[in-house]
């Protein structure tokens, strides 16, 4: 009988290690305290209304427990799960002496590693539960990872950390990550060399390689966009999704298919999984936001896993990993998936409004507007 030998999370990030032999074990030690506070999560999600608490071994996280309804830094309501994510990754993460500070959507503010504990060259940027809304009706939610070098002076100083600080292009990340609480419980990371996904085996506690070298199909048929905002895109994307609903009687001579699953780390593992596109695009709705997602815990790190599978990331008109950060909670339109279709997108930005007004499906009325 052959056994197929089957990679821990662990001996996985031993492995990767040996490509850096000066490294000092602090980022493989970091990558581990952010999957324990994952599964930890997944516990959470997975006891649903039976409360998920019991037998709780964090004591200070038990203590939220009770947290009533309450508003973000974003003006969004917090769900007692989004409270409870992001006490897991700070507990978990703070104590082990690899961070310099950590941000995350759910505080206002970044995050100061508490003087008794050490402090170490990383900070951590997380939207420690994506898509919550679908908490309630029992659909796949995920958590949201990136991890940056922090500034020479801050690992000298060990000051605090201020905002500044995590204002790094994408392009800068050291790792990015995601893990989706769905049917299964999965962990998806980059560390820079190719997409690798585990599966948590419940048994173990472990995460398992289970998909390695994941890669984006570069064409698609798909696509995912909220169409309750027609209204408020911007041409280029009334263009774009215009000629895919016109399907195989449309410029694209191809039928395409939609998805709106609004867990945007679940339509991100759709995309790696089958490919596709992802848009959520700048638009007229909000003129205070630009674009409904936020660019250091959603887009960059989504943005990098995408890129590393040989997909594409972008603003619509530039690469997203280029992109300087100028807040810590930033917004931004977002596009990402299969490489020829994001690349049709950045195109469509590209062109002239003119050339775009003599395309006939332009010179009758969008099918999504009125
Ligand atoms: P979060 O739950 O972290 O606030 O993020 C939700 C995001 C994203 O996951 C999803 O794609 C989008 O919001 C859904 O937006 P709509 O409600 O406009 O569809
Ligand atoms: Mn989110
Ligand atoms: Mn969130």
Redesign the pocket.
Known sequence: MTTKRRFTLTQYLIQERRRFPDASGDFNALMLDVALATKAIARSVSFGELGGMLGNPFSEVAEVEDVSTTVNV?G?EQKKL?VISNEYFMRVTEWGGHLAGMAS?EMDDPYQIPESYQRGKYLLVF?P?????NIDVNVT?GSIFSILRAPQDVIDSGRDVVEADFLQPGREQVAAGYVLYGPTTMLVLTVGNGVDGFTLDPNLGQFMLTHPDLKVPENTQEFAI?AS?ARFWEQPIKRYVDECLAGKTGPREKDFNMR??????A?AHRILMRGGVFM?PRDTKDPSKPG??RLLY?ANPVGYIIEQAGGRASTGREPMLDVQPEKLHQRIGLVFGSKNEVERIERYHREPQEQRDINPLFAERSLFRD
């Open positions: 974003q969004e989004d959507e939207d539960l994506d898509g919550s809304s939610v909220n905002n709106w699953i609004a867990s945007m780390v339509e959520y409904r997602l959603e």
